[in-house]
């Protein structure tokens, strides 16, 4: 059986759908069979994010009713042969998803693929609950802000009580992703520090995404960052958090500004 | 503010992390159990419709969310006219 990820944050607009992108066509790249599940009925972006708007022809609510089977509605990637995409719906709403039917979907996934990754909707309704519902493991998408780490807290307590795992006395492995980090503003101290937010969340941290250009960049061109431009910061990044999602140990860089002579004059602390 | 300051100004961070880790340390503690001052809130309103009908306009509900204590305060406004007579027993 194949290893569900839902990559969740609570709050909007943080980054899960580029790191669902990044992170699967990382771990594909290595030659693993993977599947991203977009989760966001209604709102659909992970196409866009991957480069395959145009090739949608069914999707995850035409799944779980039966109206399209579930070989007929995955994407297979024009760049990564062992990556594939489950488009959500455009046009329906997230009632249209039933949890037995989630299930379902997810369970004949993760038995063909190695990594099913489910890009959760923002918020902690139904839709955001019942991307994680299935989940082995949750990446947890967190700006280092106020509002992104409370949310994130919040999306912690429903991890550890709403999944099935939990529901079982089981524990679901949970990774902090910090995303759109901007070393210099950490440097000056008005950003959450990585430790801050990891003291707080105490939940191990998965990795450091910069905040880059790379990334719009990579979306303009509907391919994720770890594809279009392996060599950039954020792309690193990402390659590094992914690997250390297969369970490789490797230490986490903290993209590290430099003191300017303000800084020091002033005495503030570095990053 | 005076030059010093300026020079004394530190990052905001510090601020967040501390409102932070009060927040979540209270909101961690009522996650499993509902929120009692809601519970309590939301009762009241119910004991109150039993026998008046008030418009929600008469209402207003505050709260004060303090460290050891919490305060609860409900003010309602009774239009004279709305009111049902109460069963009067001695
Ligand atoms: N590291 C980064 N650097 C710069 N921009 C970023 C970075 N990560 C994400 N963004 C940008 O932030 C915006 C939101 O990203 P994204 O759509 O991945 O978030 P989301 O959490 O999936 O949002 P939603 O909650 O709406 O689903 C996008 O414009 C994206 O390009
Ligand atoms: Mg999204």
Redesign the interface.
């Known amino acids: 059986m194949g290893k569900v990820v839902v990559v969740t944050s609570g709050k909007g607009g943080v980054g899960k759908t580029t790191s669902t992108a990044a992170l699967g066509a990382a771990v594909a790249r290595t030659g693993k069979r993977v599947a991203l599940v977009d989760f966001d009925v209604g709102l659909r972006n992970l196409d866009l994010i991957m480069g395959a708007e145009r090739r949608v022809v069914f999707d995850l609510v035409n799944v779980i009713q039966g109206t399209a089977k579930l070989s007929q509605a995955l994407i297979r990637d024009k760049r990564v042969e062992t990556l594939f995409l489950l488009p959500a719906s455009q046009t329906r709403d997230k009632d249209a998803l039933t949890e037995e039917g989630v299930g379902e979907v997810i369970e004949k996934l993760s038995s063909v693929f190695d990594y099913v990754f489910c890009d959760s909707p923002a918020g902690i309704e139904r839709g955001a609950q019942l991307a994680m519902r299935f989940a082995d493991e949750a990446v947890i998408v967190t700006n280092p802000e106020v509002s992104s780490v409370r949310d994130s807290d919040r999306i912690i307590g429903l991890l550890d009580a709403r999944t099935v795992k939990a529901e079982r006395g089981e524990q679901i492995a949970k990774h902090v992703l910090v995303t759109r980090y901007d070393a210099a503003r950490a440097a000056r101290g008005e950003m959450l520090s990585i430790d801050d937010v990891l003291e707080i969340l105490s939940t191990p941290l998965l990795g450091i995404i910069p905040e880059s250009q790379d990334v719009l960049r990579a979306s303009n061109l509907g391919s994720p960052v770890t594809l279009s431009d392996p060599t950039n910061s954020a792309a690193r990044a990402y390659i590094d958090a992914a690997k250390r999602l297969e369970g490789e140990e490797l230490p986490v860089v903290v993209p590290f500004e430099r003191k300017g002579f303000l800084d020091r004059l002033l005495g503030r602390r570095a990053a | 503010m005076n030059l010093l300051d300026l ?1 004394k100004r ?5 601020v ?2 501390e ?3 009060v ?2 340390a209270y ?2 503690r009522n ?1 499993s159990q509902p929120d009692l001052v809601s519970v309590l809130r939301e009762e009241i309103m119910a004991v109150i419709a039993r026998h008046v009908q008030i418009d929600q306009d008469y209402l207003q509900v505050s709260m004060d969310r303090g460290e050891t204590m919490s305060t609860l305060e409900i003010d309602i406004q009774i239009p004279n006219k709305s009111a049902r007579p109460l069963a009067m027993s001695a």
């Open positions: 020079f530190r990052g905001s961070a510090p967040a992390r409102r932070l880790q927040l979540l909101e961690r996650r």
